[in-house]
């Protein structure tokens, strides 16, 4: 039985379709489901008891259950236990712009970067559709809120889990879905070079962001196992071809890593490397955490490494820092849970 919440419209269209029903039943169905948020195919009103009959039949509306919750300053974190137990997070953040999920793709990580948590507890299974889309309508259920803005940047690897991710994607910017419009998703990847192209063709305009987190093949291939199948000089073509055909700004997020990735000389090399794209870089303060012996660099040394960049004319930001005292590190409230 499927869970009618991994349903795009036009999968729900084609199914009404094949009973021999209009195709608007499917955006009748979609109204309940993300505009009235209803939990029952009983409170469909609208909809004949033979057609619901079906639908029950056919559909699940099982949702998922909020575990746990960790609270700080403009930031909640969820650890959600699905159907067959096992967790995955989604991290909330409040902006002055609107409240922003990020949320998981995978239950545990297989792409191995020595600086994550996620990838301490490896890959069980990738999450469904539906199992995606339940961490943004629970969250807005318990707190009457609406998510304005969805990131991709949760436990797993998206573009690993890429079919259910673009569906995912479908159903979230559907405006008779969720409507989250495009350029407030961001899916990231560490850089799955072929899925990247497939991200090409399928003509999605949310924004894409690339895991990079060194300037090098040497020292990137030292803390993300990926770049010794996808480097460096295979990776910047292919984003050079996403901008030429999308006409898309790409950005790139860069932790930086005491002593690891953070010197000026790092700096130097990276802006020669992004030097004439359109793009520009995330700056992200490290979230430490008790398993993993990485430390955060000094704000001395990240604002000098930002007053490079900017002087060699790249794009650059500081990504504000959210919830250090909420196990705020990717993975890290689950892993302490299941250790627990």
């Known amino acids: 039985?499927?869970?009618?919440?991994?349903?795009?419209?036009?999968?729900?269209?084609?199914?009404?379709?094949?009973?021999?029903?209009?195709?608007?039943?499917?955006?009748?169905?979609?109204?309940?489901?993300?505009?009235?948020?209803?939990?029952?195919?009983?409170?469909?009103?609208?909809?004949?008891?033979?057609?619901?009959?079906?639908?029950?039949?056919?559909?699940?509306?099982?949702?998922?259950?909020?575990?746990?919750?960790?609270?700080g300053i403009d930031v909640i974190k969820f650890l959600f236990v699905l159907e067959d137990h096992n967790k995955v997070e989604a991290v909330l953040m409040k902006h002055d712009y609107g409240n922003s999920l990020c949320v998981s793709t995978e239950v545990g990580c297989n792409m191995g970067c020595s600086f994550c948590e996620s990838g301490r507890l490896?890959?069980?299974?990738h999450l469904e559709t539906y199992e995606m889309v339940l961490?943004?309508?629970?969250?807005?259920?318990?707190?009457?809120?609406?998510?304005?803005?969805?990131?991709?940047?949760?436990?797993?690897?998206?573009?690993?889990?890429?079919?259910?991710?673009?569906?995912?994607?479908?159903?979230?910017?559907?405006?008779?879905?969720?409507?989250?419009?495009?350029?407030?998703?961001?899916?990231?990847?560490?850089?799955?070079?072929?899925?990247?192209?497939?991200?090409?063709?399928?003509?999605?305009?949310?924004?894409?962001?690339?895991?990079?987190?060194?300037?090098?093949?040497?020292?990137?291939?030292?803390?993300?196992?990926?770049?010794?199948?996808?480097?460096?000089?295979?990776?910047?073509?292919?984003?050079?071809?996403?901008?030429?055909?999308?006409?898309?700004?790409?950005?790139?997020?860069?932790i930086l890593l005491e002593h690891v990735n953070d010197t000026e000389a790092c700096a130097l090399e990276l802006a020669e490397l992004l030097k004439g794209m359109n793009c520009y870089v995330n700056l992200i303060p490290y979230n430490e955490t008790s398993h993993v012996e990485f430390k955060k660099s000094s704000k001395e040394t990240i604002m000098r490494f930002l007053d490079i960049l900017k002087k060699n004319k790249i794009n650059v930001t500081i990504r504000k820092e959210f919830g250090g005292n909420v196990d705020a590190a990717c993975g890290q409230l689950r892993s302490n849970y299941e250790e627990a």
């Open 122 to 125: 490896k890959k069980v299974r």
């Open 1 to 71: 039985m499927k869970n009618i919440y991994g349903m795009t419209l036009e999968q729900l269209e084609d199914y009404f379709l094949a009973h021999n029903e209009k195709k608007f039943k499917a955006t009748q169905v979609y109204e309940w489901l993300y505009k009235k948020r209803v939990t029952s195919f009983s409170e469909m009103t609208n909809i004949k008891k033979e057609t619901l009959a079906y639908m029950k039949q056919d559909f699940s509306m099982q949702s998922i259950q909020i575990l746990t919750q960790k609270e």
């Open 135 to 254: 961490q943004i309508l629970e969250i807005e259920k318990q707190f009457h809120i609406r998510i304005s803005h969805v990131v991709l940047m949760g436990i797993g690897e998206p573009f690993d889990n890429y079919e259910n991710v673009i569906q995912f994607i479908s159903i979230i910017n559907n405006g008779k879905g969720i409507d989250i419009g495009a350029r407030h998703i961001t899916v990231s990847t560490c850089g799955i070079i072929p899925k990247i192209e497939a991200f090409i063709e399928d003509g999605k305009q949310v924004n894409l962001a690339i895991s990079l987190h060194a300037p090098n093949n040497m020292l990137r291939s030292q803390l993300m196992p990926i770049n010794k199948i996808y480097p460096i000089d295979k990776l910047i073509p292919i984003l050079k071809k996403y901008i030429q055909r999308t006409n898309r700004r790409v950005t790139f997020e860069y």
